[in-house]
T-cell receptor
């Protein structure tokens, strides 16, 4: 099956620093990748949709200047949390969509747990 | 607005059967997914329904009624490892996944 990796698995940083999270599709090309955030005991919240070679589409309420997304190739998308603060501490998950049109299964990366001190 | 409803938590006994319901109201419909998510891990795909009826896959089955905006996930012969959250998600007219809040399933011996 399609495999998606994320790096790092977990990160602890000081308030005010920036953190970059990588999402890679290992055995397929993903034209579309999604970035989600999940707070404890809550469902996934879509942050943005990333299409290769174009600007990401952000969901309402997500600051695009704070959460920088770069989808430079068909196998790599990055999320950079700039000037992170404790309220940004969360579980960040990426997914990659396989296929187009009627069937759009998403394969998820293992997630990155971010803790901002 | 778009809405996905599923119970917050359910408890069942090892070896038994449990049915997790999901109702939805979305702008368009291009299929319904069920995902399993263990604590601290990313979701994993369980099933996809786009036509009415029952899809069976081993111990897990998923049912869809588009006219009623209703789906259920049926888990048979429950095992302790089935303790997890089960997420219902609908693909809307823009091919965006709309997620339910998830149902936490607790399996007791």
């Amino acid at each position: 099956g399609a495999v998606v990796s994320q790096h790092p698995s977990w990160v602890i940083c000081k308030s005010g620093t920036s953190v970059k999270i990588e999402c890679r599709s290992l055995d397929f090309q993903a034209t579309t990748m999604f970035w989600y955030r999940q707070f404890p005991k809550q469902s996934l919240m879509l942050m943005a949709t990333s299409n290769e070679g174009s600007k990401a589409t952000y969901e309402q309420g997500v600051e695009k200047d704070k959460f920088l997304i770069n989808h430079a190739s068909l196998t790599l998308s990055t999320l950079t949390v700039t000037s992170a603060h404790p309220e940004d501490s969360s579980f960040y998950i990426c997914s990659a969509r396989v296929g187009e049109g009627d069937y759009n299964e998403q394969f998820f990366g293992p997630g990155t747990r971010l803790t901002v001190l | 607005g778009q809405n996905i409803d599923q119970p917050t938590e359910m408890t069942a006994t090892e070896g038994a059967i449990v049915q997790i319901n999901c109702t939805y109201q979305t702008s368009g419909f291009n299929g319904l997914f069920w995902y399993q998510q263990h604590a601290g891990e990313a979701p994993t795909f369980l099933s996809y329904n786009v036509l009415d009826g029952l899809e069976e896959k081993g111990r897990f089955s998923s049912f869809l009624s588009r006219s009623k905006g209703y789906s259920y996930l049926l888990l048979k012969e429950l095992q302790m490892k089935d303790s997890a959250s089960y997420l219902c998600a609908v693909l809307d007219s823009n091919y965006q996944l709309i997620w339910g809040a998830g149902t936490k399933l607790i399996i007791k011996p």
